[in-house]
């Protein structure tokens, strides 16, 4: 698949980029789309829930009344669940929800995911480009000159940028990443990919070996 090569302000140039079929072009794999995000949303929970339980329950521990008589239910203690201000029945309690997955599955689907977008004819290649200093105008003005302002885009560097990176951190449908950053997710999020000419060799290069 080749694709033309758009400078910043969205005409296109005389080069072209050849994407390779074996990252862009392969036989796409949902099962493994669906594992890797499953991961990824996993890896974003903080596990820091937690709920006090019946032995963490700071109350008096004097009998309430007496056992018989009453008419009612025993009850020794305020800790007990069923007053109010007592502990909770298995509360959540802090943990890890990472998953494992294997690197060659986690492969396997961004290269589905990329063969998705390059099917649907939702990659674009820019030219190398940097900005002089950090200007969310700048950006928001690149995303208009390619006609892409109101999409879901994930910019794809080869490196970090620091100025390119600020510029779009405002943007709420915005989103620029490295190639050792780039996921599944973020991938089928966007509407369209955007990848720095530098970016695609490197890609390629992660994806293949």
């Known amino acids: 698949m080749e694709l033309a090569v ?3 302000s969205g005409q296109a140039t005389s080069k072209k980029v050849k994407l390779n079929a074996d ?3 392969i036989e796409p794999n949902d099962h493994a789309i669906y594992l890797d995000v499953k991961q990824f949303l996993a890896a974003q929970r903080q596990g820091t829930h937690k709920s006090k339980e019946r032995a963490e329950i700071h109350r008096t521990t004097k009998k309430l009344k ?4 009453t008419g009612g239910a025993r009850a020794g203690s305020m800790k007990s669940p069923l007053f109010r201000g007592g502990g909770r029945v298995f509360g959540p309690k802090p943990h890890d929800y990472d998953q ?8 396997l689907a961004r290269k589905s995911a ?6 649907d004819n939702a990659i674009m290649v820019l030219e190398n480009f940097n900005f002089e200093t950090p200007k969310t105008s700048s950006y ?11 999409k879901k885009t994930l910019l794809v560097l080869a490196d970090s940028n620091k100025n390119v990176y600020l510029s779009s951190r405002n943007l709420s449908k915005a989103k620029v990443v490295t190639v050792s950053e780039l996921n599944t997710y973020d991938i089928l999020n966007a509407n369209n990919l955007l990848l720095v000419e530098g970016s695609v060799p490197t890609l390629e290069q992660l994806l293949q070996n």
């Open 114 to 119: 990329l063969t998705y977008k390059a099917k």
């Open 66 to 69: 007496r056992q018989k008589g």
């Open 100 to 107: 494992k997955l294997n690197k060659k599955v986690k492969k």
């Open 6 to 8: 758009y400078n910043i």
């Open 140 to 150: 928001a003005e690149l995303l208009k000159n390619l006609q892409m302002d109101s």
């Open 23 to 25: 990252v862009f072009g």
